[in-house]
């Protein structure tokens, strides 16, 4: 038995991708995605530019719709609602609870930009989940001293650089504790010398946080070194898939290696 | 008439013509904030995913802003009581607020169409991921974004409105106009009171487009360093053009 195989026997899964497909027009970006995704499991998800990677985690944050196909997240169907005995396309409510516990980090940080980080922070627990204001101020403050920007809580995002924005934007994320942490492509936006920073802080939630967290990601070294399992996306399928250690180091998939090989020389 | 001027008709006619004022201003403040108002509805019903609907207040629009407010005026205050069933009686004053402020809603809609398409597709995606509810996305995250640029030019169209509220003279609104028109009639005399028409336009309408020309310099200056953060030169050029695309600069 490998060690995925060991999580995954000992948990029910938080999400389940089902035959999930995504076209656009002819354009079929996804052909049938399977996947689990356990509570507390690290994923990273690699793949060339066009692959599909990013729509997998959109249509879990609800972004984009599935063609076709179910995701369920803690046993009820995302997309699809039941009505009447029949199942139909799921409403804003039906959306608005299920996606409670999912949450998502940006390429393009996407702060408010009209608010103070630590307002950009408190928005959402405030009139969303319509927490105590006090408690979520000093949840906030915590969360944002823990991402190194403790020092900075009346500044605007626009004050800030981008590792400091996209470090906002994840313990914007992080205040909301959700089960599920998605990131997409988080460090691609960034200066080349910013990216450690964040990093340093993915690493960080993954070492002590127990949520779940699927990184969709370019950094193969960082990939390999704190997720549980990587999933090789080529072509719209999930091409291969296992520990770090097997996708990045042992497989045999002729695709995958070329794709390494381009990014190992750069 | 008379050919020359003469300042004792232009003393008496002075008092006359301004007893009009608080009609006038209380007029445009009316017809201003009905078409900011009913801007919304404009906005938020073309926003209706079902197109029928759609389509058919898109055209309503276009037919509202190709036709002439004086005509529309006249419409409301002569036709619509001969209309069957919703054919009602309205005194000239609301009349002169519905006629004028349906008009000037149809550009105020477009305005708010404009500001609301500026902000980013992110923020939208970011308010989702947060889990708002629809009407916290509006209230919260896309209004507070998508208005105060719109402000510099919702004051350009407040001072246009201004000046076409001379109109509702045409149905009896008793306004700077109404009173100039009624003095002339009553007196012979034309030249003087329309003079002070033109003066109290003038001094009126220039120091706001001052004001309005600094409250968009100001808003600039803030927008720029908040809100459009991660845009590329090219598209915040194609961006501040879209949002100033008014060609009904004061």
């Given at each position: 038995m490998t060690e995925i195989e060991k999580i995954n026997k000992s948990t029910e899964p938080i999400v389940k991708y089902q035959n999930v497909t995504k076209s656009y027009g002819d354009f079929h970006v996804l052909k049938g995605i399977n996947l689990d995704i356990h509570p507390g499991e690290k994923i990273a998800v690699i793949g060339p530019?066009?692959?599909?990677k990013t729509t997998i985690i959109r249509m879990l944050m609800t972004l984009e719709e599935p063609t076709s196909g179910d995701i369920i997240v803690n046993g009820t169907n995302l997309w699809k609602m039941e009505k009447s005995g029949s199942m139909i396309r799921a409403n804003e409510k039906h959306l608005r609870e299920v996606r409670g516990d999912i949450g998502m980090v940006f390429q393009h940080f996407?702060?408010?930009?009209?608010?103070?980080i630590l307002e950009n922070c408190m928005s959402a627990p405030i009139?969303?989940?319509?927490?105590?204001k006090d408690e979520v101020r000093e949840r906030s403050v915590q969360m944002l001293g823990r991402v190194g920007?403790?020092?900075?809580?009346?500044?605007?995002?626009?004050?800030?650089s981008g590792g400091q924005k996209q470090r906002v934007a994840m313990a914007r994320a992080l205040v909301m504790r959700p089960k599920i942490m998605l990131f997409d492509e988080?460090?691609?936006?960034?200066d080349p010398e910013l990216v450690g920073e964040v990093l340093e802080v993915i690493r960080d939630i993954a070492q002590n946080d127990d949520m779940a967290m699927v990184l969709v990601t370019h950094e193969m070294d960082f990939a390999l070194d704190i997720a549980d399992k990587v999933l090789f996306l080529d072509q719209g399928v999930i091409a291969e898939q296992g520990t770090a250690s097997e996708v990045l180091?042992?497989?045999?998939n002729e695709r995958l290696q070329n794709f390494l090989r381009r990014f190992r020389k750069v | 008439m008379s050919n020359n001027w003469r300042w004792e008709t232009f003393f008496e006619a002075m008092p006359i013509v301004l007893k009009g004022l608080g009609i006038t201003i209380g007029l445009t403040f009316a017809c201003f904030g009905f078409a900011l108002i009913f801007g919304f509805v404009w906005t938020f019903i073309r926003r209706i995913p079902f197109s029928p609907i759609r389509w058919f207040v898109t055209w309503v629009m276009e037919f509202i802003r190709s036709t002439p407010p004086l005509v529309q005026l006249f419409f409301v205050y002569y036709a619509l009581p001969m209309v069957p069933v919703i054919g009602v009686t309205l005194d000239p004053f609301t009349c002169a607020v519905l006629g004028i402020g349906i008009h000037y809603s149809t550009y105020i809609g477009e305005i708010y169409r404009s500001g609301i398409d500026s902000v980013d597709k992110g923020q939208w995606e970011a308010s989702t991921a947060l889990n708002f509810s629809t009407l916290d996305k509006w209230k919260k995250i896309i209004l507070p974004q998508a208005l105060p640029p719109t402000i510099p030019m919702l004051g350009n169209y407040f001072i246009i409105m201004f000046k076409e509220v001379p109109l509702a003279s045409t149905i009896g609104v008793g306004g700077i106009m109404f009173m100039a028109n009624s003095y002339g009639a009553l007196n012979f005399a034309y030249l003087e009171p329309l003079t002070i028409v033109g003066i109290i336009f003038l001094l009126l309408s220039y120091p706001s487009s001052i004001l309005i020309n600094k409250l968009e310099v100001k808003l600039n200056t803030r927008f720029d360093k908040?809100?459009?953060?991660?845009?590329?030169p090219k598209k915040r050029f194609f961006l501040s053009k879209n949002l100033e695309g008014s060609d009904r600069i004061v």
């Open positions: 530019s066009g692959s599909g996407n702060l408010f930009p009209h608010m103070t009139h969303v989940k319509k927490e105590n920007l403790g020092d900075k809580l009346d500044f605007y995002p626009s004050q800030l988080v460090t691609s936006a960034l180091e042992h497989s045999t | 908040n809100a459009l953060i991660g845009k590329s």
